[in-house]
């Protein structure tokens, strides 16, 4: 079995400029433009949504959809919608796929930097918004390609509900702690158990290895 290897990183702790850099973002507008392929994307999904007019949770950087599969499973009463840019990985979601779990559940192409923004716009409310194993972008110099460190994590902030996270590298969520608390929100973060089955191949792989591995909840809604 191929060993995953844990994160190395040339940081000692959370990243300095982490709480200035989210205080930057929260106090501007993303401009970037939106791409066509996302917003139909989007707009395909958003019609299944006003649709369904039930509970959604959302379930970014889904990968080859697993975890998504996973999620509905457990909320029967929820629509399910997972999001990746990777077609590679999207396209493989049908090894997951089973015909008595799922029923609401869907696994769409997009990036999330446009889709997120998208569904705030749209006035999404998610009741719970899972964000397993992002990359961790672990080189100091890439903080603004993580999550928390980008323009769209205003948007994360706005569309609420119950934010969970989870990663094999504690800085990145010791990391996002401090953006939410920049933010208004209070985190906790905590090791996964380790009876808990993986719900992703990644969780998997790491759990395999030995890994530690962590996550984050904080409650975003918008009445907290």
Not at 69 to 88: C, F, Y
Request: aromatic share 8%; proline share 5%.
């Amino acid at each position: 079995m191929q060993q995953a290897r844990a994160v190395t990183t040339n940081q000692n702790g959370p990243h300095e400029d982490t709480e200035a850099v989210v205080r930057r973002h929260l106090q501007s507008e993303f401009l970037k433009p939106i791409q066509e392929h996302n917003q139909q994307a989007f707009d395909e999904i958003n019609a299944q949504v006003e649709s369904w007019g039930g509970p959604i949770i959302l379930d970014s950087c889904c990968g080859v959809g697993e975890s998504t599969a996973k999620l509905a499973e457990l909320n029967p009463h929820a629509m399910v919608i997972g999001v990746d840019k990777s077609a590679h990985r999207v396209e493989r979601h049908s090894h997951y796929q089973s015909g008595e779990n799922g029923q609401r559940y869907w696994v769409v192409r997009a990036d999330l930097n446009d889709f997120w923004r998208l569904a705030n716009q749209a006035n999404w409310q998610p009741q719970q918004h899972c964000i397993l194993y992002p990359n961790p972008w672990p080189k100091s110099a890439h903080l603004s390609r993580r999550w928390h460190g980008s323009p769209v994590w205003k948007d994360v902030v706005a569309l609420g509900g119950q934010l969970q996270m989870r990663s094999n590298w504690s800085l990145y969520l010791l990391e996002v702690a401090q953006a939410l608390k920049v933010s208004g929100y209070h985190a906790d973060i905590s090791l996964l158990a380790d009876n808990a089955d993986p719900i992703t191949p990644f969780e998997r792989k790491y759990k395999n290895s030995g890994q530690a591995l962590w996550q984050l909840h904080a409650n975003l809604s918008k009445e907290s």
